[in-house]
């Protein structure tokens, strides 16, 4: 029953997690709405859960932001799901351990893997506002936003890292060990 319970607060979490990107992060004036809650959570989630539970929480989060995004449906787990893929390579293969210097890099790399996936799957189904617009390696408001990405990505990792260190033992520094 405990299990049960755990698991129906945890959808809820992410649930509120999404609502407040949705409605409150992205009414924000610029630069505050290029934060993503959601992939700083999907990324910490990836870095401190097991194989398949990033997997659910990656799709769970990306089916939640398509029901209520505009645009492709599916962009946003497809999006999600090959970012978690992808740190979770760098961090099995490359970054082994939990310090908050891995946590920061995962969280730079991850915000590029999400950004540039996002824009050329964005490309490739070809969503554009008009058909003047440039590629988007080309404009300098895709690199402003990624950088201001990265800066309170960044920010906001350092928080909760220091958060959940001070809370939790799970977050402490320690080798990972291979299976």
Known sequence: ????????????????????????????????FSINLILILIIFIVMFSGFPKFIFWSLYAGLLVDVFAFGFFGLFMITFLVTTLIVYFLQINFLTNRSLYVALTLIALGTLVFNFSFQILELILGFFSSSSQSIFLFSGFFWQELLYQLIFHSVLAVIVFYFFSFTTRRFRPELLERK
């Not at 299990?3 to 959808?11: A, G, H, T, W």
Request: net charge positive.
């Open 1 to 32: 029953m405990a299990k049960y319970v755990k698991i129906i607060s945890q959808l809820g979490a992410v649930f509120l997690l999404i609502a407040l990107q949705l409605s409150l992060i992205s009414a924000l004036p610029r630069p505050f």
